[in-house]
Each structure stands twice: as C-alpha cells, then as structure tokens.
DNA sequence: CCGTATCCTATCGGATACTG
DNA sequence: CAGTATCCGATAGGATACGG
C-alpha cells in the first residue's frame, strides 16, 4: 500500500479523505461496531467499498478490526487511540463546514 | 460547477481536499500573490493545474482574483474573509499529521 | 455474516502546445 | 505573464456475482 505524503496536513487529508472514511469514522468514534451495523448507518455504500474504507483506515492505524470466532462470524471494528485523536479534527471541519455553508448557501 | 455536499464535514473536505489545494491556501493565507509567484513557490504544479485549483477555491469562495489592466499583465490572488478563517483548521490538520507521523513513522 | 473477484465508469490531474 | 485547448493515464469507487 502507498506511503503517506511527509507534509502534515496532506498526510492528514489522505488519512481521512475517502469517499465514506468520515462516515464510518463518525460512527466509530461512538462506539465499535460490527460490518453489517456499519453498512446500515450508512446508506448508499456497497459493502465491497465499505470493506475496502475500512482497509484503508485501518492500514492507517486508525482503525482496528477484531474477528470473533463464531457462527454466524461476528467482526467487530474500533477507532484505535490514535484515531480517538481524529475527534477534534473532525469537529473542526464539521464546524468550517458550517461556518461555510452558513455563509454561501448551497453554493 | 458541481455543488458542495451538505454534511458540513465533507463540504469542508471538498474545498480544500485538491492535489495542491493546501499548498496554495498556505501561501495565500500569508498574503496575496501573484500567478507566477505561486507557480514557483509550489514545485511540480503545472501553470494549468495550478489555475485549475484557483478556480475551484475562488468558485468555493475562499479564493478571490484581482485582474490589473498592465502591460505586462498582472493577476494577482488572495484569500477572501472566509478562505481566512481555514486558517486554524489548516493547523489542526498540520498538527494531527505530524502527530500521526510521530507515533507511526513513514506508514 | 463477512469478504473477495471482476468489470466498468467518471473524475482528476499531468504533459504539451498554443494564444492574447 | 496569464490563460486555454487537447490528449491521456491512473485511480477511486460503484454494480454485481460468487465463496467460506
């Protein structure tokens, strides 16, 4: 998988810049939740693309995925502590976001 | 020009989410620049890829783009009120990176 | 339930050449 | 100096089908 870009702010982009990555990582930040859960929450993702976002997120080290041995299989994903600290960042954009629309309409 | 998403986070995203979207808010959060002046401050940026981003910042409203009647022409580019208040979200981004970077290296 | 394999399309951005 | 016009390759992600 390709490295990370060295400047900051873009390996920060790259890490949370997926089609879906702040959907699922908004739900993360809740609590763990199960694939099945995750697709439900988020309407319009296919699974194959849901899968591959959460691949991603976790080849980041934002993201853990802990598989229980049992049928039918359960597995389970987390935000890791080093993606607990996306919260603020998340927030702040969220807020931007706001402030943006705010000021622009639907522009 | 496609419209912005409603979740406030991606709209945020969107805006400043280009291949060098960062590197030019960047330099024209310190002041206003010309054209020329961008293109070589950003290495590797292409003259049209470089009025590619302009375009879509000055179409999100963080950019604004001033034409001087001269002979040499002079354009000259510079964040708007808004485009100014990406500032401290571009620092929580810069900042969140370096923290990845520090607690997973090159990954 | 969870995941992989194909196939396919749209979009982005890079290379290059040309114009007022 | 600033900008436009083409062309083009890479890639992200959507549709769908199948497998453990």
Redesign the interface.
């Known amino acids: 998988m390709k ?2 870009p ?8 790259r ?3 997926g089609r879906w990555k ?1 959907h699922v990582l908004w739900h993360l930040l809740e609590h763990r939740r199960r694939l099945s859960e995750l697709q439900r929450l988020i309407p319009g993702i296919t699974q194959k693309v849901l899968i591959q976002q959460l691949r991603e997120l976790e ?3 934002v993201v853990s995925r802990e598989v229980f041995a049992e049928v039918p299989p359960r597995v389970e994903y987390e935000a890791t502590p ?1 993606g607990l ?2 919260r ?3 927030e ?10 705010q ?2 309409g ?2």
Chains 1, 2 share one sequence.
Do not use: F, K
């Open positions: 490295n990370l060295e400047v900051p702010a873009e390996r920060a982009l890490v949370i810049g702040l080849a980041h080290g080093l600290t996306l603020p960042l998340l702040s954009l969220c807020s931007w976001g706001r402030q943006h629309a000021a622009r639907a522009r």
